[in-house]
């Protein structure tokens, strides 16, 4: 491609918009252009990029025979209406009416469009398993767009679903997507950790999440510094118990704690740790008041918190509901004489607190050398809290360490949790009609060409990994007005091109410093620069990776790239 005849708006500047590098570098380089907060174009290079990522994404999911279809955008509301998910999400789904006031919602996943489709079709054992996929936008309302593709409100998504006659069989087709997702991220070059995850409002029982390890990532993950051990630190399990001090058990004494609210205002008031007092909060769950307990230098999972109560939903109960409950405040709660209609659910480690403090549900009083079982009973020990750096891994191998990711995969056995309010079945080989066993699965395509900008980047601009490059080389001519470098950008641009290389030839009248500058901003992996001795048929080649330079006569310049892109 011409550079002259392309469309590629570089910014010298740096977006005031644009918080991370990524977005920056994908608007400076002009491979993005933002139409609304949330809503991007993509220009040649990125466009170039996307068809690079999905090619990749084709293969892998070919190999694991998943088809390809293309559903629409447009889903009539009765369909969402069906699993009642019309009604459970709220505004982070478009809706939209046709001319006869007809509610549509605009895609923001496609399980009912898909189930609705094979359901009408796929009727017999015979015909499963079947797994379909397809490479759409979709769309999603969400509160705060930011960090460019990283969370945009129209986005491309690779979206597969699978249908079964067994569970077995689901399994099987979950491992083998589980392996072509790490084919598809390895083969992008990304630096990635596969993750046990949550199912989140989608329900199903096994998940995980493909996480492109970066700080600026929104997902933390907790892994083993010596096992594979890895999960999204709402599902990272913590089964350390604690050795029970056979401390002497003393008699529960009421403490005058005028305004202490916060555990750190009762550590130091009281002069005692954290880890013996017992923090207690009251949840809602399912609409339901719970009380919570964990340690006080522990922190309440909500995730955890809403998988043990197998509740849709918790959120902390609002002040007014806990002073109507307890008459006193979030700050003065404790686990002693609760209600006893309220259920009490505790984190493991309390159980090992002796002569803790607690709140004494009455303000500006706390209570202390209380004790779990003689002074306040537990409905339920649980799992309830966030791991810490340096826990014990669950696998007892290792201890925890953290990192930020970008979620650019996620995988789920679905189980009937769609194929039963679709009605989605089939006769099995005994005549009896069973609902499909399904899975679903997602790749987050516009957002890995971010990801990839964020892992592969310098102060000077991107530096595509050779297959998703938009082009593989960058063929610039420093004075287009010299016969000599002219017709010799001109004999490789055609030779190079032969060679079924893609090459971005900047023809443009610009000065070097310029072509130089946009160069090093796109991040194409090989730039061969014709310069002065062009007349005697030497360029000089540089590596964008390593930033390396050298020079090759011309008559070498087709084997050495072959050797290079290795005989693509
Ligand atoms: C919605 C809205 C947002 C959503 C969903 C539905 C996330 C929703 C989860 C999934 C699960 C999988 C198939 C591909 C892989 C991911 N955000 N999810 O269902 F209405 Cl507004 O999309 N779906």
Same mark, same amino acid.
Request: with cysteine; net charge negative.
């Given at each position: 491609?011409?550079?002259?005849?392309?469309?590629?708006?570089?910014?010298?500047?740096?977006? $005031? =918009?644009?918080?991370?590098?990524?977005? #920056?570098?994908?608007?400076?380089?002009?491979?993005?252009?933002?139409?609304? $907060?949330?809503?991007?174009?993509?220009?040649?290079?990125?466009?170039?990029? /996307? $068809?690079?990522?999905?090619?990749?994404?084709?293969?892998?999911?070919?190999?694991?025979?998943?088809?390809?279809?293309?559903?629409?955008?447009?889903?009539?509301?009765?369909?969402? #209406?069906?699993?009642?998910?019309?009604?459970?999400?709220?505004?982070?789904?478009?809706?939209?009416?046709?001319?006869? #006031?007809?509610?549509?919602?605009?895609?923001?996943?496609?399980?009912?469009?898909?189930?609705?489709?094979?359901? =009408?079709?796929?009727?017999?054992?015979?015909?499963?398993?079947?797994?379909?996929?397809?490479?759409?936008?979709?769309?999603?309302?969400?509160?705060?767009?930011?960090?460019?593709?990283?969370?945009?409100?129209?986005?491309?998504?690779? =979206?597969?679903?699978?249908?079964?006659?067994?569970?077995?069989?689901?399994?099987?087709?979950?491992? =083998?997507?589980?392996?072509?997702?790490?084919?598809?991220?390895?083969?992008?070059?990304?630096?990635?950790?596969?993750?046990?995850?949550?199912?989140?409002?989608?329900?199903?029982?096994?998940?995980?999440?493909?996480?492109?390890?970066?700080?600026?990532?929104?997902?933390?993950?907790?892994?083993?510094?010596?096992?594979?051990?890895?999960? @999204?630190? %709402?599902?990272?399990?913590?089964?350390?118990?604690?050795?029970?001090?056979?401390?002497?058990?003393?008699?529960?004494?009421?403490?005058?704690?005028?305004?202490?609210?916060?555990?750190?205002?009762?550590?130091?008031?009281?002069?005692?740790?954290?880890?013996?007092?017992?923090?207690?909060?009251?949840?809602?769950?399912?609409?339901?008041?719970?009380?919570?307990?964990?340690?006080?230098?522990?922190?309440?999972?909500?995730?955890?918190?809403?998988?043990?109560?197998?509740?849709?939903?918790?959120?902390?109960?609002?002040?007014?509901?806990?002073?109507? /409950?307890?008459?006193?405040?979030?700050?003065?709660? +404790?686990?002693?004489?609760?209600?006893?209609?309220?259920?009490?659910?505790?984190?493991?480690?309390?159980? $090992?607190?002796?002569?803790?403090?607690? +709140?004494?549900?009455?303000?500006?009083?706390?209570?202390?050398?209380?004790?779990?079982?003689?002074?306040?009973?537990?409905?339920?020990?649980?799992?309830?809290?966030?791991?810490?750096?340096?826990?014990?891994?669950?696998?007892?191998?290792?201890?925890?360490?953290?990192?930020?990711?970008?979620?650019?995969?996620?995988?789920?056995?679905?189980?009937?949790?769609?194929?039963?309010?679709?009605?989605?079945?089939?006769?099995?080989? @005994?005549?009896?009609?069973?609902?499909?066993?399904?899975?679903?699965?997602?790749?987050?395509?516009?957002?890995?060409?971010?990801?990839?900008?964020?892992?592969? @980047?310098?102060?000077?601009?991107?530096?595509?990994?050779?297959?998703?490059?938009?082009?593989?080389?960058?063929?610039?001519?420093?004075?287009?007005?010299?016969?000599? #470098?002219?017709?010799?950008?001109?004999?490789?641009?055609?030779?190079?091109?032969?060679?079924?290389? %893609?090459?971005?030839?900047?023809?443009?009248?610009?000065?070097?410093?310029?072509?130089?500058?946009?160069?090093?901003?796109?991040?194409?992996?090989?730039?061969?620069?014709?310069?002065?001795?062009?007349?005697?048929?030497?360029?000089?080649?540089?590596?964008?990776?390593?930033?390396?330079?050298?020079?090759?006569?011309?008559?070498?310049?087709?084997?050495?790239?072959?050797?290079?892109?290795?005989?693509?």
């Amino acid at each position: 491609m011409k550079q002259s005849l392309s469309f590629i708006p570089t910014m010298r500047e740096v977006p $005031s =918009d644009a918080e991370i590098l990524s977005h #920056q570098l994908l608007l400076r380089a002009g491979f993005i252009r933002q139409n609304a $907060s949330g809503i991007y174009s993509y220009l040649p290079l990125g466009k170039k990029v /996307l $068809s690079k990522i999905e090619l990749i994404i084709r293969e892998e999911m070919e190999a694991i025979d998943a088809v390809e279809v293309f559903m629409p955008a447009l889903q009539q509301a009765e369909l969402w #209406q069906k699993t009642g998910r019309w009604y459970s999400y709220g505004p982070e789904l478009f809706r939209v009416k046709d001319r006869h #006031q007809r509610d549509f919602a605009l895609g923001a996943t496609h399980e009912e469009v898909i189930t609705s489709l094979v359901r =009408d079709e796929v009727k017999s054992y015979k015909k499963l398993p079947l797994t379909l996929y397809q490479i759409q936008t979709k769309f999603r309302d969400e509160l705060r767009p930011r960090f460019g593709l990283l969370r945009g409100r129209e986005f491309i998504m690779k =979206d597969a679903y699978s249908f079964h006659a067994t569970e077995e069989s689901l399994d099987e087709k979950y491992q =083998d997507m589980k392996q072509a997702y790490t084919n598809i991220f390895t083969r992008l070059g990304l630096n990635f950790r596969t993750v046990i995850a949550d199912g989140g409002t989608i329900g199903g029982t096994d998940t995980h999440e493909f996480m492109a390890l970066s700080e600026i990532g929104e997902d933390t993950i907790a892994y083993s510094d010596t096992s594979p051990y890895a999960a @999204n630190i %709402e599902m990272a399990e913590m089964n350390t118990t604690f050795e029970k001090s056979d401390e002497v058990l003393l008699e529960v004494e009421k403490i005058s704690t005028p305004n202490m609210q916060t555990i750190d205002d009762i550590v130091s008031f009281l002069d005692t740790e954290a880890t013996k007092c017992i923090k207690t909060l009251i949840f809602k769950a399912d609409e339901k008041l719970v009380a919570v307990l964990c340690r006080g230098d522990h922190e309440i999972n909500d995730i955890k918190l809403k998988n043990a109560l197998g509740a849709d939903t918790v959120e902390l109960a609002y002040e007014g509901d806990v002073i109507e /409950l307890l008459s006193c405040g979030v700050g003065s709660i +404790g686990p002693v004489k609760l209600p006893l209609d309220l259920k009490v659910i505790a984190d493991h480690a309390i159980a $090992s607190v002796v002569n803790g403090v607690c +709140g004494a549900n009455e303000d500006d009083f706390h209570l202390i050398n209380v004790n779990p079982e003689r002074d306040f009973a537990v409905d339920r020990y649980a799992d309830l809290r966030f791991v810490q750096e340096g826990d014990t891994t669950p696998d007892g191998e290792g201890t925890i360490k953290f990192a930020q990711g970008i979620e650019v995969g996620h995988i789920f056995k679905l189980g009937t949790t769609y194929s039963e309010p679709m009605e989605g079945t089939f006769l099995d080989n @005994n005549g009896r009609n069973q609902h499909y066993q399904m899975g679903c699965y997602g790749i987050g395509v516009s957002r890995i060409m971010a990801a990839v900008a964020e892992q592969y @980047n310098d102060e000077n601009g991107l530096k595509w990994p050779k297959n998703l490059a938009p082009f593989n080389i960058h063929l610039i001519a420093l004075n287009m007005k010299d016969e000599a #470098q002219k017709d010799l950008a001109d004999e490789l641009y055609k030779l190079l091109k032969s060679y079924r290389f %893609e090459v971005l030839y900047d023809d443009r009248p610009e000065r070097a410093g310029v072509k130089f500058a946009d160069s090093d901003l796109i991040g194409l992996p090989i730039r061969i620069t014709i310069g002065k001795k062009a007349s005697v048929g030497i360029v000089e080649v540089k590596y964008r990776s390593s930033g390396e330079s050298t020079e090759w006569p011309k008559e070498e310049i087709t084997e050495k790239l072959q050797a290079f892109f290795g005989a693509e």
